[in-house]
Structure formats: structure tokens, C-alpha cells
């Protein structure tokens, strides 16, 4: 079984960053694929970025490419989410998620384990 914490989020002001960190429990996270998803009021839960076990691929989704980065130290147990040039619609809570999965990385049914999530606010 793999626990995850996140944490990292606040509150920025609009072209700010925020670096995510997604901390696991055990041994086992390096066997996992990675993901972050977010969820604004009222709006469904959406994908943000993923990677695979052993770091050598990433995915994003559209809108944040070229603005979110994506890493993972497995020697820490630890998925990182840097987070720049934010925008108000980058506000939610940013969950973590990790799985043993290989495909279909946009889709959260695909993850077995979830963290409890981090608050994300960008506003001026």
C-alpha cells in the first residue's frame, strides 16, 4: 500500500509560481506511475500532469504545458509539481495520485492510491 501527502499550495498572486510536493510512504511508489489532478468549485476533476515510474516520460494536459513541470526523486519517495506563470484558473485543490499504471495516465480511474489534497489560490 502507498499513503500520499501533499503539500506546497497557498496563495499567489497571478504570474507567481508554486512548487507542489507529493511525499509516499514506502518502497513501493517507485513502481508507480504518478499523477496530478485538480478540482475547482463546481467543475469536475481534471488532469494536470503525470509521470511514469522511473521519471523518463511526462504528460500534460494542454493548458498547463510549457507552465507546469512535472519530476519525481524516487530516492525521496517524492512527485514534485512546479507550478509558473499561474492564473486565477489555476485555482483548485491538487490532488496526487499513484497507481500501478502504464497507459491511459488522463484518466483517474486508472489510480489505486490518492493523497488528500493541497489548496491552490491564485488571485491579486
Known amino acids: 500500500q502507498v499513503q500520499l501527502v501533499e503539500s506546497g499550495g497557498g496563495l499567489v498572486q497571478p504570474g507567481g509560481s508554486l512548487r507542489l510536493s507529493c511525499a509516499a510512504s514506502?518502497?513501493?511508489?517507485?513502481?508507480?506511475?504518478v499523477g496530478w489532478f485538480r478540482q475547482a468549485p463546481g467543475k469536475e476533476r481534471e488532469f494536470v500532469a503525470a509521470i511514469s515510474r522511473f521519471g523518463t516520460s511526462t504528460y500534460y494536459a494542454a493548458s498547463m504545458k510549457s507552465r507546469f513541470t512535472i519530476s519525481r526523486d524516487n530516492a525521496k519517495n517524492t512527485v514534485y509539481l512546479q507550478m509558473n506563470s499561474l492564473k486565477p484558473e489555476d485555482t483548485a485543490v491538487y490532488y496526487c495520485a499513484a497507481g500501478p499504471v502504464y497507459k491511459r495516465y488522463t484518466d483517474p480511474l486508472v489510480y489505486d492510491f490518492w493523497g488528500q489534497g493541497t489548496q491552490v489560490t491564485v488571485s491579486s
Open positions: 514506502g518502497r513501493t511508489f517507485s513502481t508507480y506511475g
